[in-house]
C-alpha cells in the first residue's frame, strides 16, 4: 500500500497546531512543522494546557510545573520556526469538549485565520492507548467543533463577534492519526523534531532511547506509506473542511 506524500503549494499559507499538552506537537508532528516553516507557512501554536499534571517525578507546584512546561515549550517551538504559541491554561487531566473550550479555540482559530488546523484525533486508538490520552480525545473533538462549525459561524459565540473576532473558515484539517491518508516526509527535518523533544527536559531527560524511538516510529509510519527504505514520515489524516 501506498499513500499520498506531502507535495508544499501556496494553499497553506497559515497554519494552527491545537493539542492537550507540552510536547504532544512535539511527538506526533514537530518534522512536519519544520517542513512547514521551511516553506514560509506561517504557523501559530494553541495548547490547551500547560501540562501541570504532567508526567514527571518532581516536586514542584502546579504552579511551577506549568511555568516549567510553557518554557520548555516555547523553546521547543523555537527550534521548528515557530514563535506564536497560545496557552490556554485548562487543568491538566481535565480536558472536555465544552462549549467553553470551544470558544476558545474559537477564538484563537479567528485570530491566526489559519489555512490548515492540525490536531489530534478525536477517536480512540484501541493499539496504542497512549496516544488514546484523554485529554488529547478532548482536546481534538473540541477543535473539530470549533473549526466547524463554531469558528465560521457568525451566530456561534455572539460575544466573540462583539469582541471583533470575526468568523474564519479553515480550509482543512490534519488529524494526527495511526491509520493516516497521507504522509509528511520529514527526513531531512528530523534533527529539528529531535532537537524540538530535547528541549522538553522535564519529561525526557532521562530517556537515552529517545532518537531510536522516534526514528523507530517514523521509519514505520513511512514503510507502511510505500516510501523508499529509509525514509521518515509522519502521518495525518486529511480532513476537508472548506
Not at 497559515?14 to 506561517?42: E, N, Q
Not at 514542584?60 to 515557530?82: D, F
Not at 479553515?170 to 529531535?194: A, C, G
Request: include cysteine; proline fraction near 5%; charged fraction near 25%.
Amino acid at each position: 500500500m501506498s499513500l499520498p506524500v506531502f507535495k508544499y503549494d501556496d494553499a497553506i499559507q497559515r497554519a494552527l497546531v491545537v493539542v492537550a499538552h507540552p510536547d504532544d506537537i512535539d511527538f506526533g508532528s514537530a518534522g512536519t512543522i519544520a517542513t512547514l516553516t521551511s516553506h514560509g507557512v506561517d504557523v501559530a501554536y494553541c495548547l490547551v494546557t500547560s501540562g501541570d499534571a504532567g508526567g514527571d517525578g518532581s516536586t514542584l507546584s502546579k504552579a511551577e510545573r506549568a511555568a516549567l512546561r510553557e518554557a520548555e515549550q516555547t523553546a521547543a517551538a523555537a527550534e521548528v520556526g515557530v514563535t506564536k504559541l497560545t496557552f490556554l491554561r485548562w487543568p491538566d487531566g481535565q480536558v472536555e469538549p465544552t462549549l467553553d473550550l470551544r470558544r476558545e479555540i474559537s477564538r484563537v482559530i479567528r485570530v491566526q485565520k489559519p489555512d490548515l488546523v492540525i490536531t489530534q484525533s478525536p477517536e480512540r486508538n484501541w493499539e496504542r492507548i497512549y496516544a488514546s490520552h484523554p485529554d488529547h480525545l478532548a482536546a481534538g473533538e473540541a477543535t473539530m467543533r470549533a473549526v466547524y462549525p463554531d469558528a465560521r459561524n457568525p451566530h456561534a459565540f455572539p460575544e466573540l463577534l462583539a469582541e471583533g473576532y470575526l468568523p474564519h473558515t479553515v480550509k482543512v484539517v490534519w488529524l494526527s492519526s495511526q491509520q493516516p491518508t497521507m504522509v509528511v516526509d520529514i527526513t531531512k527535518r528530523f534533527s529539528q523534531k529531535l532537537a524540538a523533544l530535547t528541549k522538553h527536559e522535564s519529561q525526557v531527560g532521562d530517556r537515552e532511547d529517545l532518537e531510536p524511538m522516534l526514528k523507530a516510529w517514523a521509519r514505520t509510519t513511512a514503510k507502511n506509506a510505500g516510501l523508499a527504505k529509509g525514509r521518515l514520515a509522519e502521518g495525518f489524516r486529511v480532513v476537508s473542511t472548506s
